[in-house]
Protein backbone atom coordinates (compact mmCIF):
# COMPACT_ATOMS: atom_id res chain seq x y z
CA UNK A 1 0.00 0.00 0.00
CA UNK A 2 0.98 4.11 -0.51
CA UNK A 3 -0.03 6.84 1.13
CA UNK A 4 -0.25 10.45 -0.97
CA UNK A 5 -0.05 13.59 0.15
CA UNK A 6 -0.69 16.32 -2.12
CA UNK A 7 0.51 20.15 -1.62
CA UNK A 8 1.22 23.42 -3.54
CA UNK A 9 -2.33 24.20 -4.24
CA UNK A 10 -3.01 28.02 -4.23
CA UNK A 11 -4.84 31.10 -4.88
CA UNK A 12 -3.36 32.16 -8.44
CA UNK A 13 -3.99 35.16 -11.27
CA UNK A 14 -4.66 33.71 -14.48
CA UNK A 15 -1.74 33.44 -16.78
CA UNK A 16 0.14 32.59 -13.57
CA UNK A 17 2.10 29.29 -12.51
CA UNK A 18 2.02 26.54 -9.81
CA UNK A 19 3.62 23.20 -9.03
CA UNK A 20 1.54 20.98 -7.02
CA UNK A 21 3.88 17.86 -5.54
CA UNK A 22 2.47 14.46 -4.25
CA UNK A 23 4.83 12.57 -1.46
CA UNK A 24 4.35 9.26 -1.63
CA UNK A 25 5.49 6.40 1.22
CA UNK A 26 5.01 3.20 1.92
CA UNK A 27 5.52 0.26 -0.93
CA UNK A 28 8.68 1.66 -3.36
CA UNK A 29 7.33 4.40 -5.27
CA UNK A 30 8.71 3.13 -8.32
CA UNK A 31 6.75 0.28 -8.47
CA UNK A 32 3.73 2.66 -9.80
CA UNK A 33 2.57 4.59 -12.64
CA UNK A 34 1.44 8.01 -11.09
CA UNK A 35 -1.15 10.69 -12.15
CA UNK A 36 -2.86 13.60 -11.55
CA UNK A 37 -6.73 14.19 -11.92
CA UNK A 38 -8.90 16.88 -10.76
CA UNK A 39 -12.40 17.57 -9.90
CA UNK A 40 -14.39 21.25 -10.11
CA UNK A 41 -17.47 21.63 -8.26
CA UNK A 42 -20.36 20.00 -10.02
CA UNK A 43 -17.82 17.85 -12.29
CA UNK A 44 -16.96 14.81 -12.82
CA UNK A 45 -13.04 14.51 -11.83
CA UNK A 46 -11.41 13.58 -15.03
CA UNK A 47 -7.97 13.19 -15.99
CA UNK A 48 -4.87 15.79 -16.27
CA UNK A 49 -1.59 13.54 -16.65
CA UNK A 50 0.04 10.47 -16.13
CA UNK A 51 3.80 9.18 -16.20
CA UNK A 52 4.83 5.29 -15.94
CA UNK A 53 7.35 4.96 -13.52
CA UNK A 54 10.25 5.26 -15.14
CA UNK A 55 9.23 8.56 -15.95
CA UNK A 56 9.90 7.89 -19.74
CA UNK A 57 6.30 7.83 -20.81
CA UNK A 58 3.37 10.19 -20.16
CA UNK A 59 0.27 11.64 -21.46
CA UNK A 60 -2.32 14.70 -21.03
CA UNK A 61 -5.33 15.65 -21.15
CA UNK A 62 -5.65 17.93 -24.44
CA UNK A 63 -7.00 20.69 -22.37
CA UNK A 64 -3.67 20.88 -20.26
CA UNK A 65 -1.21 19.77 -23.15
CA UNK A 66 1.63 22.01 -23.76
CA UNK A 67 0.69 23.96 -20.70
CA UNK A 68 1.39 21.48 -17.84
CA UNK A 69 4.44 19.03 -17.17
CA UNK A 70 4.01 16.05 -15.07
CA UNK A 71 7.43 14.69 -13.83
CA UNK A 72 8.58 12.30 -10.82
CA UNK A 73 11.56 11.67 -8.26
CA UNK A 74 12.19 8.25 -7.50
CA UNK A 75 14.52 8.55 -5.23
CA UNK A 76 12.47 10.85 -3.22
CA UNK A 77 9.23 9.64 -3.64
CA UNK A 78 7.46 12.67 -5.02
CA UNK A 79 5.06 12.98 -7.80
CA UNK A 80 5.11 16.79 -9.57
CA UNK A 81 2.98 18.68 -11.74
CA UNK A 82 4.13 22.23 -12.88
CA UNK A 83 1.56 23.97 -14.07
CA UNK A 84 1.81 27.34 -16.00
CA UNK A 85 -0.52 30.07 -18.41
CA UNK A 86 -3.17 28.35 -15.59
CA UNK A 87 -6.76 29.38 -16.62
CA UNK A 88 -9.74 29.76 -14.35
CA UNK A 89 -11.09 26.88 -16.18
CA UNK A 90 -8.18 25.05 -14.18
CA UNK A 91 -10.02 25.77 -10.91
CA UNK A 92 -10.54 22.52 -9.12
CA UNK A 93 -9.19 20.04 -6.42
CA UNK A 94 -6.43 18.07 -7.74
CA UNK A 95 -5.66 14.63 -6.60
CA UNK A 96 -3.01 12.24 -7.17
CA UNK A 97 -2.93 8.83 -7.94
CA UNK A 98 -0.86 5.77 -7.75
CA UNK A 99 -1.86 2.68 -9.78
CA UNK A 100 -0.18 -0.60 -10.32
CA UNK A 101 -0.59 -1.14 -13.53
CA UNK A 102 3.02 -0.21 -15.37
CA UNK A 103 1.54 1.29 -18.34
CA UNK A 104 0.55 5.19 -18.59
CA UNK A 105 -3.66 5.17 -18.07
CA UNK A 106 -5.95 7.83 -18.23
CA UNK A 107 -8.60 5.60 -16.69
CA UNK A 108 -9.23 6.65 -13.02
CA UNK A 109 -10.60 3.29 -12.12
CA UNK A 110 -7.13 2.10 -13.00
CA UNK A 111 -5.26 3.76 -9.91
CA UNK A 112 -5.38 1.96 -6.68
CA UNK A 113 -4.39 4.79 -4.55
CA UNK A 114 -5.57 8.23 -4.36
CA UNK A 115 -4.63 11.20 -2.05
CA UNK A 116 -6.48 14.08 -0.02
CA UNK A 117 -6.83 16.90 -2.83
CA UNK A 118 -5.20 20.32 -3.12
CA UNK A 119 -7.33 22.92 -3.92
CA UNK A 120 -6.38 24.75 -6.89
CA UNK A 121 -7.93 28.65 -7.35
CA UNK A 122 -7.45 30.62 -10.58
CA UNK A 123 -8.90 34.06 -11.03
CA UNK A 124 -9.59 36.09 -13.90
Known amino acids: QVQLVESGGDLVQAGGSLRLSCAAS????????MGWFRQAPGKEREFVAA????????NYADSVKDRFTISRDNAKSTLYLQMNSLKPEDTAVYYC?????????????????WGQGTQVTVSS
Open 26 to 33: GRPFNSYT
Open 51 to 58: IIWTGSST
Open 97 to 113: AASRLLRVTTAYYDYNY
